[in-house]
């Protein structure tokens, strides 16, 4: 069974760093999947953060402008894990954050749309304040 799992939230001052993880089971060698991080405020609708293809070397990366500069997103391929490294954090980046994954994605694709994923985690809490 294909799941991802969230973890590495919880509560942050303004201009601290968290770094969330995504660990991805149930996938095999032959799965191709992109990972991307959305998150829902209260009364807000889900937004893509950020998303990276199967192939993080040559491949594509996606941010959503608010967090350009301030988020970074690697994956490691043979830990079947996708980290959110999150810097310079804002009362704004407070959410609920959710990965997912697309399968069957080429090697270098990924989507901002949540519309685009198959597997979601169960979310994790970031709350940045002071």
């Known amino acids: 069974q294909l799941q991802v799992a969230e973890s590495g939230g919880g509560l942050v001052q303004p201009g601290g760093s968290l770094r969330l993880s995504c660990a991805a089971s149930?996938?095999?060698?032959?799965?191709?999947?992109?990972i991307g991080w959305f998150r829902q405020a209260p009364g807000k609708e889900r937004e893509g953060v950020s998303c990276i293809s199967w192939s993080d070397g040559d491949g594509s990366t996606y941010y959503t402008d608010s967090v350009k500069g301030r988020f970074t997103i690697s994956r490691d391929n043979a830990k079947n894990t996708v980290y959110l490294q999150m810097s310079s954090l804002k009362s704004e980046d407070t959410a609920v954050y959710y990965c997912?994954?697309?399968?069957?994605?080429?090697?270098?694709?990924?989507?901002?749309?949540?519309?685009?994923?198959?597997?979601w985690g169960q979310g994790t809490q970031v709350t940045v304040s002071s």
């Open positions: 997912a994954a697309m399968i069957g994605a080429s090697y270098y694709y990924c989507s901002s749309s949540p519309d685009d994923y198959h597997y």
């Open positions: 149930g996938f095999t060698s032959e799965d191709y999947y992109a």
